[in-house]
């Protein structure tokens, strides 16, 4: 069975990171892509990027270019976010999800989300 | 980047009526190719993750119910629920991913009882 296990709550002061670990089990881990997506309190969601886990490549969207960055360590089957300089809009919870097939598609596995909070 | 729009924002329901979502997409999501739309949906309940419900537009996902439908094409799409249930009340969003990056959403539409 598939399981995408996130790491726990945070708590960030603005101008700080955060990173957040998505840990899949039940698959191949190399074998499907990885995209985060993010949803901020009572919105809607919002794609930040993804990772290829076998060739570790990644593709931000342009408006976090520069603050994120997304890697992961195939012996851990496990995928990591990275955002810096956190302002108090990018309180939200982060998901990870993951691609049915190839680098684009439907999200047939979401991991159950961490909610990173940004306040001084 | 292709916009997706969502009607109506929110709307209530009746226990055992049909419930229709529409979603807008500002280019077609139409591959001529393979005949297939690049469009998805998810339901989401509050305090979870989504939940995905129809791929290639109309396609229900694996343990999805029956009273779950998709349709349209090109540009214009609906979801359907055709009774609802009161495990139905979420909110439900439309993806594209005909053109990415970036993947887009569609707002959202609250669904709730009447």
């Known amino acids: 069975q598939v399981h995408l296990v996130q790491s726990g709550a945070e708590v960030k002061e603005p101008g700080a990171s955060v990173k957040v670990s998505c840990k899949a089990s039940?698959?191949?881990?190399?074998?499907?892509?990885i995209h985060w997506v993010r949803q901020a309190p009572g919105q809607g969601l919002e794609w930040m990027g993804w990772i290829n886990p076998n060739s570790g490549a990644t593709n931000y969207a342009q408006k976090f270019q520069g603050r994120v960055t997304m890697t992961r360590d195939t012996s851990m089957s496990t995928a990591y976010m990275e955002l810096n300089s956190m302002r108090s809009d990018d309180t939200a919870v982060y998901y990870c999800a993951r691609v049915e097939a190839g680098s684009s598609g439907w999200y047939d596995y979401w991991g159950q989300g961490t909610l990173v909070t940004v306040s001084s | 980047d292709i916009v997706m729009t969502q009607s109506p924002d929110s709307l209530a329901v009746s226990l055992g009526e049909r419930a229709t979502i529409n979603c807008k997409s500002s280019q077609s999501l139409l591959y001529s190719s393979n005949n297939k739309n690049y469009l998805t949906w998810y339901q989401q309940k509050p305090g979870q993750p989504p939940r995905l419900l129809i791929y290639?537009?109309?396609t229900r996902g694996s343990g999805v119910p029956e009273r779950f439908s998709g349709s349209g094409s090109g540009t214009d799409f609906t979801l359907t629920i055709s009774s609802l249930q009161a495990e139905d009340v979420a909110v439900y969003y439309c993806?594209?991913?005909?053109?990415?990056?970036?993947?887009?959403f569609g707002p959202g539409t609250k669904v709730g009882i009447k």
């Open positions: 039940g698959y191949t881990f190399t074998d499907y892509y």
């Open positions: 290639w537009a109309s």
């Open positions: 993806q594209q991913y005909y053109s990415t990056p970036p993947v887009t």
